[in-house]
């Protein structure tokens, strides 16, 4: 169990710059979710995926954002035309699809910096 | 729908000293209650659940949580605090059934005094 793995840690970028980044989740696991967290804020629901099919998205997730998962295994979430208020801790999780008893691992983030 | 809250954003404590870090919710259905972690820079990571059966759930690093159905509260409990318990700690819900839509609250930051 190597956990989950996000690259970049941080990025800086430019508003209106787009940017991509990448989510390797626990080889075996069947779900991958990713997460917004702002400033003194808790973590907030994106969207998910069960191997390649993405099931759902949250009203957050507006136009400029997409997230993809091609071969059930790795995930890539850009945002296009970014805009400062998408400045936040981007996080990913995983787990086994047995539901309530395959609790969610998180990896440990990509701080997105919008100037 | 459901949401959580979690009363005190900062809570500080001595060694040794009790820790109590309170979370309500609100939801529809009987709720899936969690606690996680977090450390400075890094993910979340899950101290203890609430699914069904006993109400009081122990986890990680000494700490346990109980259900309150009557109180609507899942509050977080270590009875003897340690320095590298100082961390942000997340109260999550989620509908029964499955774990995949969490609902945090926003959180509690645990200092310990010097």
């Known amino acids: 169990d190597t956990g989950v793995s996000q690259d970049p840690r941080h990025k800086i970028t430019k508003r209106g710059q787009n940017v991509t980044f990448r989510c390797d989740p626990i080889?075996?696991?069947?779900?991958l979710y990713w997460y917004r967290q702002t400033l003194g804020q808790g973590p907030e629901f994106l969207t998910y995926f069960q191997n390649e099919a993405q099931l759902e998205k949250s009203r957050l997730l507006s136009d400029r954002f997409s997230a993809e998962r091609p071969k059930g295994s790795f995930s890539t979430l850009e945002i296009q035309r970014t805009e400062q208020g998408d400045s936040a801790m981007y996080l990913c999780?995983?787990?086994?699809?047995?539901?309530?008893?395959?609790?969610?691992?998180f990896g440990n983030g990509t701080r997105l910096t919008v100037t | 729908a459901q949401s959580v809250t979690q009363l005190g954003s900062h809570v500080s404590v001595s060694e040794g000293a009790l820790v109590l870090l309170r979370c309500n919710y609100s939801?529809?259905?009987?709720?899936?209650l969690f606690w996680y972690v977090q450390y400075p820079n890094q993910g979340l990571q899950l101290l203890l659940k609430y699914t069904t059966g006993a109400t009081l759930v122990k986890g990680i690093n000494g700490f346990e949580a109980e259900f309150k159905k009557s109180e609507t509260s899942f509050h977080l409990t270590k009875p003897s605090a340690h320095m590298s318990d100082a961390a942000e700690y997340f109260c999550a819900v989620s509908l029964g059934g499955s774990n995949y839509k969490l609902t945090f609250g926003k959180g509690t930051l645990l200092t310990m005094n010097p």
């Open positions: 080889s075996e696991h069947n779900r």
């Open positions: 999780a995983s787990s086994l699809l047995q539901g309530l008893n395959s609790p969610l691992h």
């Open positions: 939801s529809s259905v009987p709720p899936y």
